[in-house]
C-alpha cells in the first residue's frame, strides 16, 4: 500500500502542478502545530524565489484548487481528501485530512494481511552476525544487547520480505580454548587427552559440568596475567588446537557439547533464535588457503614472520592498523577468522548484505576486515557490509552495569531479579493464579529489558534501570503491554456480549445447542464480528486513526536505518493515542451497535498493529496481567 502521507503529498502536489508551479513544492509533511491542523506544506515559501511571487499568493491559488477538487468530490459522491484547507501568512498551507478518507485507508489496511507495509520488491539475502557468544564464559550483559537488537533487526529485515539469515558467531577459537586446555591439565594431567600415545577412543562424557567450565575459564584467565609460564602455556595449547591435535580436539568438543546446550536455553529464554550456530572454527579450514591467495596475489606481505596486509587510506583521519593475518607462530587471529568467515559465507549463502551487531567498541577491528575483504576480492563490489555498533549498558552510576555486590553482571541473574520484580508487581495488582503470574512475569519481565534496551539509539550507552523499565507507565514494555492487555479484554467483553445478545432466543428453544452457538461464535475471530472502520466522531479517535496510518513507513525507516527504537517511539504514541480514546469513550455501553462495531474494528487494528510491532521488537502480550 502506498504510504499515506505520500498520498497527502501527492494530492496537494497535483493542485500545485495544476496553478502552474511545480509539483514537488507540493511536498507535505506532518504538522508540527496539531493544535492547528494535521498536515502542512511549507511548499509556497520554497516556490518564492522561482516564481517571483508572494508565498502567499501562491498558497491561495493552491488553497482554492485543492477546496475545488474538494467540492466536486462531495458534488460526485466521492471521497475527498481534506476537510479543510487554508492558507496562513506568511505562505503556510494548512490541512486537515477527511474522516472519510482516512477511514477508507485503514479499512484497506485492516483488509491487508501485511498491514500495509510493501515487502522488497527486490529481496535481499542478508546474513546478520548476533549474539557473538563465547563459549565456556557465562553470557554477560555485554552480550544481551547483540542478542537483543540483532534478534530485532533480523525481525524487521524479514518482515520487510528480504530472505534473512541469522548466525550466533560463537567465538571458540582464540586463546580462551587455549586457556581452559591448559587449566584442565592442570587439574586433572591423567586424562587421555593428554597423552599423546593414546589412540583409543576418548570418553563420551565431558570431565566437567557447565557451572564447573564456567569457573574454569575465569581463573585461567586470571593465573595467565600473574604467570608468564602458564600464559606460554596456554599459547601453546591455542596453537596446537588450531593445528588439530587429536586430543586437544576432542576436549575442545567437550567444551563446545556442554556450552551450546547451555546458550541455547538462555538464547531461548531471550526469545532470541539463531537460524545458524556457527563457530569462528568453522572458518578454519579456509585460512590456509585464504593466506596463499593473499600472499600470491600481492596483498599480503611478511613482516617478522607475520603475515600481514596494509588497509589504511588516503583519506584516513585516524590511523588504520594493518591486518595482521597470521601471526609469527602461524596462529590465526579475531581478524583471520571474521575474514574466512566471509569466504564461508560467500561460498554457502551468496549474500547481499552481512549486518555485525557487535559492540561498538570493535569498529576499528571491523573497518580493518571490511577493507581487507575488499581489497583481496573475497567479495563482489556490489556486497554491503554493515557494521552496527552498539554502546554499553550501565548502571545508574553511569558505570558499566554490574551486580549489587560489584560483580559481572550474568544474564540468568539479571533475568531472574527482572521477573521475581514483575511477579511482585502483578501479585500486588491484583489476586492471580501464582503459576499464571509466573508466566505472565515471564513475558512482562522481557519486554521490559527489551523495550528498555531497544527504545535507545543502538550506538548510545545507556542507563539500565530496574524500577524505570518494569513500570506500568511511562515509556516502557509492561506500558505497551498494559495497553494490548486493555484492548483484549475489551474485545473478549464485546464477543461474550454480542454472542450472548445474538443467541438470547435460541436457549429457549434448546439450550445445549444454543449453548454450543454461543461458544462457537464466542471463538469467532474478531474480524468476523467487527464491523467496518467508519469516519471518527471524536477527535481523540482521529488522532489515533491517524497514528495508525503511519505503521508502513516507520517500518520502512525502521529497516532502512536498522533502526529498533523508530518502532519503540511508533507503538509508544499509538498506545497513548488509543488510551487516550479509551477514556474519553464508552465503548461497550454505546447503543449504537454499528457505530459501536466500527470502534471494536478500530481497536483490533490497532492491537494487530502493537502485537506486530513487539513481534519485529522480540517479545509477546500475555492474555492478562
Ligand atoms: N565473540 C565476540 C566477542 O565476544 C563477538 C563476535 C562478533 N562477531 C564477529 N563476526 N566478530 O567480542
Known amino acids: 500500500m502506498k504510504k499515506f502521507l505520500d498520498l497527502i503529498s501527492a494530492e496537494v502536489a497535483s493542485a500545485f502542478e495544476a496553478c502552474g508551479y511545480e509539483a514537488s513544492y507540493g511536498k507535505t509533511g506532518i504538522s508540527n502545530r496539531p493544535d492547528l491542523c494535521e498536515y502542512q506544506c511549507n511548499g509556497a515559501m520554497a516556490a518564492k524565489k522561482k516564481y517571483q511571487k508572494a508565498p502567499f499568493v501562491i498558497a491561495n491559488e493552491v488553497v482554492e484548487k485543492l477546496k475545488a477538487n474538494r467540492n466536486l468530490a462531495r458534488e460526485q459522491g466521492t471521497t475527498p481528501v481534506f476537510d479543510s484547507v487554508e492558507a496562513v501568512n506568511p505562505g503556510f498551507i494548512n490541512l486537515k485530512v477527511s474522516g472519510d478518507y482516512l477511514a477508507g485507508y485503514l479499512k484497506e489496511m485492516a483488509a491487508d494481511e501485511n498491514l500495509s507495509v510493501e515487502k522488497a520488491a527486490q529481496p535481499k539475502t542478508i546474513i546478520i ?14 552480550h544481551l544487547r547483540s542478542a537483543i537488537i540483532g534478534e530485532s533487526i533480523k525481525r524487521i529485515c524479514r518482515f520487510a520480505g528480504h530472505r534473512v539469515i541469522g548466525d550466533v558467531h560463537l567465538g571458540d577459537w582464540g ?3 587455549g586457556l581452559i586446555i591448559t587449566e584442565v591439565r592442570h587439574r586433572k594431567p591423567d586424562l587421555p587427552y593428554f597423552d599423546e600415545s593414546f589412540e583409543g577412543d576418548y570418553p563420551q562424557e565431558a570431565p566437567f559440568t557447565i557451572s564447573e567450565l564456567e569457573e574454569i575459564y575465569p581463573t585461567a584467565s586470571a593465573k595467565s596475567k ?3 609460564v602458564y600464559r606460554e602455556e596456554a599459547l601453546a595449547a591455542t596453537a596446537k588446537l588450531q593445528e588439530g591435535v587429536r586430543g586437544y580436539h576432542a576436549l575442545w568438543q567437550h567444551i563446545l557439547n556442554v556450552s551450546i546446550a547451555d546458550l ?6 531471550l526469545n532470541v533464535e539463531f537460524d545458524l550456530w556457527k563457530k569462528e572454527s568453522d572458518a578454519q579450514p579456509y585460512i590456509p588457503d585464504m593466506a596463499e591467495m593473499m600472499k600470491k596475489e600481492g596483498y599480503a606481505y611478511e613482516d617478522q614472520g607475520a603475515l600481514i596486509v596494509d588497509v589504511k587510506e588516503e583519506s584516513d583521519t585516524k590511523e588504520v592498523p594493518p591486518c595482521i593475518i597470521l601471526k609469527s607462530d602461524g596462529a590465526a587471529l579475531y581478524t583471520t577468522t571474521d575474514l574466512a568467515t566471509i569466504i564461508d559465507r560467500v561460498k554457502n549463502y551468496d549474500p547481499d548484505e552481512i549486518i555485525y551487531v557487535v559492540d561498538k567498541r570493535q569498529e576499528m577491528h571491523f573497518t580493518q576486515v571490511f577493507r581487507c575483504a575488499r581489497k583481496t576480492k573475497l567479495v563482489k563490489e556490489e556486497v554491503d557490509f554493515k557494521f552496527l555498533g552498539f554502546g554499553t549498558m550501565n548502571g545508574k552510576d553511569g558505570k558499566p552495569f554490574k551486580t549489587r555486590e560489584g560483580g559481572v553482571m550474568r544474564l540468568e541473574r539479571l533475568i531472574s531479579e527482572i521477573n521475581e520484580e514483575m511477579y511482585k508487581k ?9 503459576e499464571e503470574a509466573r508466566r505472565t512475569a515471564k513475558l512482562v519481565g522481557l519486554s521490559a529489558i527489551k523495550y528498555g534496551d531497544l527504545s535507545n539509539q543502538a550506538s548510545k550507552d545507556y542507563i539500565f534501570d530496574v524500577d524505570k523499565f518494569t513500570s506500568f507507565e511511562g515509556n516502557t514494555g509492561p506500558y505497551i503491554l498494559y495497553t494490548m492487555v486493555r484492548i483484549k479484554s475489551i474485545l473478549a467483553k464485546y464477543r461474550v456480549n454480542t454472542a450472548a445478545g445474538q443467541d ?7 439450550s445445549s445447542e444454543a449453548k454450543a452457538s454461543a461458544d462457537a461464535k464466542s471463538k469467532n475471530t474478531e474480524s468476523e464480528l467487527s464491523g467496518e472502520i467508519l469516519t471518527p466522531v471524536g477527535e481523540s479517535e482521529k488522532a489515533l486513526m491517524l497514528e495508525l496510518t503511519k505503521f508502513n513507513s516507520v517500518i520502512e525507516q525502521a529497516e532502512e536505518e536498522l533502526a529498533p527504537h523508530k518502532i519503540c517511539s511508533f507503538i509508544y504514541d499509538l498506545s497513548n493515542a488509543l488510551n487516550r480514546f479509551y477514556h474519553e469513550t464508552k465503548i461497550l455501553a454505546h ?13 483490533t487494528l490497532t492491537l494487530r498493529v502493537l502485537e506486530t510491532g513487539i513481534d519485529l ?7 492478562r496481567m
Open 504 to 510: 438470547a432466543g435460541l436457549f429457549a428453544a434448546d
Open 617 to 623: 521488537l522480540g517479545f509477546e502480550a500475555p492474555e
Open 426 to 434: 502483578i501479585m500486588e495488582n491484583h489476586e492471580a493464579d501464582p
Open 129 to 142: 552476525d548476533y549474539g557473538g557468544a563465547n563459549v565456556a564464559k557465562p553470557l554477560h550483559v555485554g
Open 591 to 603: 447503543e449504537d451497535a454499528i457505530q459501536q462495531a466500527s470502534w471494536i474494528a478500530l481497536l
Open 264 to 269: 541455547k536455553k538462555n538464547y531461548g529464554n
Open 175 to 177: 586463546l580462551q580454548m
Open 226 to 228: 600473574e604467570d608468564e
